[in-house]
């Protein structure tokens, strides 16, 4: 099978999330992906939950794809090893805190030295400037700071934030636009560059219209649950068996969804006879839309909202999306046969391209699985160093 | 100044949010994307809020760096029109509802016919293929079909949607990756092809290691508000102002923790001396902490706690984040000059690229700003010509 990206040679010093799902992403599409995991220790995403048998589902699920090598970059050899590496490779990703890679004096001043072409990429919380610039991030940090979690929940409550750590992958994957770009100047010219993404500039980059809101009008953007700042209705309300998501923006599916309800007179009212009337009456409206959604099942307005095509959701549990249709037909539950745990089931990758489909058929790597096998075919170390590096913990 | 994507020819059909955003970051880059819009009307979002002297902040931001041509699709001079434009394009795009280009007789098997080596890409809720593929998908549909809004808010409470559309967002920036890869492919082989993005699978892909607890531990993930499934403390807590997020993963985080608050003898209790011993005790745990930091503002616990090397954050409003020093050095919020409303500030670019880095001088085109030029100077129109599809609304 052809593959997009092959070829295409990457380094990738990353840990836990937001690097490893940019990297993912790219080792599905065909690009070689080194990983440099710590000697003994490996990422710390090996050691998060879920564990079974030793591994870790956290760490098969974003690392496949990818190539596993045992550094001690703290040691002379080790960084002797990874600036061999460094010249090896097309791209280089980091997402230490900002400093580490001077410190380790693997950073792009330095690499530049050995690669001039190279493209190199920092991931970090809060970028490689600025007031914030040593700030600890972990993701609930990076959606506080940006934006997200003011703006998410009810008004008057508690705001939440989202729960899966949603601004790692959003980061990696805007990383992973900046890479291919800088490729495709490299390319062009011959040039390579750096490349600084902070999760914080992600976050807030994604806030919608937000930020238009208080510049353009002065008005400052509030929690407002599941509704809809001009609409109504557009909320979720509770079903018989769980809550469903309705969301109308105009007379046309309201008309639809009222004669659904059985209820075709209501736009006759003079409150809800318009959007902005119905959104002035909201609460009014909410209720009865609730008293006729709580008498039925999610599979059965769904269904019939679906027939009428008024958007409407089920809010899918993880139970039901590994279970669910659409998912499998979109290959986006795949599985991989995983040393002590057998066959298990992980995302797929969503980027769908017809002529070279991302490859999810290689599990993620042990730790330093490929150590021997890099140092041999791509560094041509022979058995004798590669024992001695072993015997002084340095891979 | 140098462009990455500089001589990328994008020709876009995306309306409202995942598509524009998509083209929004490869234009600040430097491809040149040609916008269609309706005659007479534009997209959508040209009429969405905020609005100010007929200027739509949400139109503004999502199509900076684009150039703005009108065209009727429905006729067969539009068509034409759109079909030569498609000759000059090395990448297509489009978000309507799956079959809308069929019908439309601009889709990939007829834009191959013109352009073979074409790089198309759709974009839609749920896909173009599967059993979803005509439901009607808003982004707090694609929320909550693929699994964010479940895991989202408090245990036994009604679950939220993340208050920005980001579901939109994350699909059109796994888009660009798509486009850029797919691109990177027709370098090497002279070969296009189809892209088939969805909104569901996005946001299915990004749920961390939700979907690998239950495949490999059979447990059904479930909403937990602020908290941390193992860490603790590691959740929100009330200030004396606001909330804060205060997250600590491990003993020597939660020792520099209790000597801020000045009871460093908190470890020493039974209940409280292991990160496990602390989970199973979390509610007396969370207590202690919010007495704490409710004498106190967010100001004056975030500076204690950054001081320490604490992970900590406050809940930035819109309001804080427009005057924030770490967005204004990180030049995320930029300012265009725009007609009718004058200097606007704006989200940046958050693809930093130390040689080619994003430029977002150029405002949105007002509708049709760009249809002469286009026509002129792309297609070698002639003034009469343009004049006579003008007066039959085809431009």
């Not at 460094?86 to 890679?101: C, H, L, Q, R, Y």
Request: glycine share 6%.
């Amino acid at each position: 099978m052809e593959k997009a990206l092959q070829g295409m040679k990457i380094l990738d010093f990353t840990r836990v999330y937001s690097g490893p799902y940019c990297t993912m992403l790219l080792a599905d599409l065909g690009a070689d992906v080194i990983k440099v995991e710590a000697v003994g220790k490996g990422d710390d995403t090996r050691h998060f939950a879920p564990i079974k048998n030793g591994q870790s589902g956290y760490y098969l699920y974003l690392n496949r794809s990818k190539k596993s090598i045992t550094l001690d970059l703290k040691s002379e050899q080790g960084k002797k090893i990874a600036l061999e590496l460094a010249k090896w490779a097309d791209v280089i990703i980091e997402n230490f805190s900002p400093g580490t890679m001077q410190r380790l004096k693997l950073d792009y001043e330095e690499i530049k030295k050995v690669n001039p072409e190279v493209v190199y990429a920092s991931i970090s919380g809060f970028g490689q400037t600025g007031p914030y610039r040593n700030k600890v991030a972990y993701d609930a940090v990076a959606q506080a700071m940006g934006g997200w979690t003011n703006l998410t929940g009810f008004p008057g409550q508690v705001p939440a934030r989202v729960g899966p750590a949603i601004s790692d992958a959003a980061t990696g994957v805007h990383t992973a636009v900046a890479i291919l770009a800088a490729v495709y100047y490299k390319q062009a010219t011959g040039k390579g560059q750096y490349i600084d993404i902070a999760m914080m500039d992600t976050v807030f980059s994604m806030l919608e219209n937000a930020v238009s809101i208080k510049t353009l009008l002065g008005e400052s953007p509030q929690r407002i649950g599941n509704s809809n700042p001009s609409s109504a209705p557009y909320n979720m309300y509770q079903t018989k068996d769980s809550y469903i998501v309705i969301a109308t923006a105009n007379d046309g599916l309201f008309t639809k969804l009222i004669h659904v309800m059985g209820q075709p007179d209501l736009i006759k009212e003079e409150r809800f006879a318009t959007n902005p009337a119905r959104k002035a009456n909201q609460k009014a409206l909410d209720d009865i839309i609730e008293n006729w959604t709580k008498q039925y099942t999610n599979a059965e307005i769904e269904a019939w909202l679906d027939e009428a095509r008024v958007p409407v959701a089920s809010l899918k549990s993880i139970d039901q999306l590994v279970e669910d249709p659409q998912i499998e037909v979109r290959q986006m539950l795949i599985e991989q046969d995983c040393p002590n745990v057998g066959k298990v089931k992980f995302p797929g990758n969503p980027i769908k391209l017809s002529q070279t489909p991302p490859d999810t058929s290689t599990r993620a790597p042990m730790l330093g699985e490929h150590t021997e096998e890099i140092l041999k075919n791509i560094l041509s170390y022979n058995d004798e160093t590669i024992k001695s590096l072993k015997q002084k913990n340095i891979i």
